[in-house]
T-cell receptor, first 116, second 111 residues
Framework: EPEVTQTPSHQVTQMGQEVILRCVPI?????FYWYRQILGQKVEFLVS????????KSEIFDDQFSVERPDGSNFTLKIRSTKLEDSAMYFC??????????????FGDGTRLSIL | KNEVEQSPQNLTAQEGEFITINCSYS?????LHWLQQHPGGGIVSLFM???GKKKHGRLIATINIQEKHSSLHITASHPRDSAVYIC?????????????FGKGTKLSVKP
């Protein structure tokens, strides 16, 4: 069964450094999402992406964050200048775009980001 | 914006017991997700349902759209069912779009 893959599985970065989290969504999917989960807390929405642009973003997704789909397969989340509070598990998800049918979001295994 | 409440937060069961986890939400939706989060952190989609009941193996999910409530049942629970179970709904109603998640129910099944 097709999967959403995320790399790396664990990223350790010094505060203030830039970090790029990578995701390869399922190949025929059209809608892409980033979520994050701070340790011990619930999963929170960051941003959704469709048709090569952001369709919605949460208040968490400030100017430090950006997303890109640089080619036909990758979907990346960049954090420009990391802060301690960016330490979390980041999940990528994708879903297909067919109309008139329930389409579940498929999640990757996550990238655990640790800011030192 | 939708709000999601799950209960219980923690659940310990003996192997073989019947498990029920409840989820309620505030804004009308057309579909709801049940997800499983493994101890390692990965999230797996168990069900997406819009009405009635769905069954997959020992897992059964039900939803009452009018009452804004869903339940996840596990029959004949097993230690390998130990995980966090999360209910998630579309933030602004409907069936798609970004999801709002419950806090999860941590299930521990003892042999």
């Amino acid at each position: 069964e097709p999967e959403v893959t995320q790399t790396p599985s664990h990223q350790v970065t010094q505060m203030g450094q830039e970090v790029i989290l990578r995701c390869v969504p399922i190949s025929n999917h059209l809608y892409f999402y980033w979520y994050r989960q701070i340790l011990g807390q619930k999963v929170e929405f960051l941003v959704s992406f469709y048709n090569n642009e952001i369709s919605e973003k949460s208040e968490i997704f400030d100017d430090q964050f950006s997303v890109e789909r640089p080619d036909g397969s990758n979907f990346t989340l960049k954090i420009r200048s990391t802060k301690l509070e960016d330490s979390a598990m980041y999940f990528c998800a994708s879903r297909s775009g067919g109309a008139g049918k329930l389409q579940p979001q498929h999640f990757g295994d996550g990238t655990r980001l640790s800011i030192l | 914006k939708n709000e999601v409440e799950q209960s219980p937060q923690n659940l310990t069961a003996q192997e073989g017991e019947f498990i029920t986890i409840n989820c309620s939400y505030s804004v009308g939706i057309s579909a709801l997700h049940w997800l499983q989060q493994h101890p390692g952190g990965g999230i797996v989609s168990l069900f997406m349902l819009s009405s009635g009941k769905k069954k997959h193996g020992r897992l059964i999910a039900t939803i009452n759209i009018q009452e804004k409530h869903s339940s996840l049942h596990i029959t004949a629970s097993h230690p390998r069912d130990s995980a966090v179970y999360i209910c998630a709904v579309p933030n602004y109603g409907g069936s798609q779009g970004n999801l709002i998640f419950g806090k999860g129910t941590k299930l521990s099944v003892k042999p």
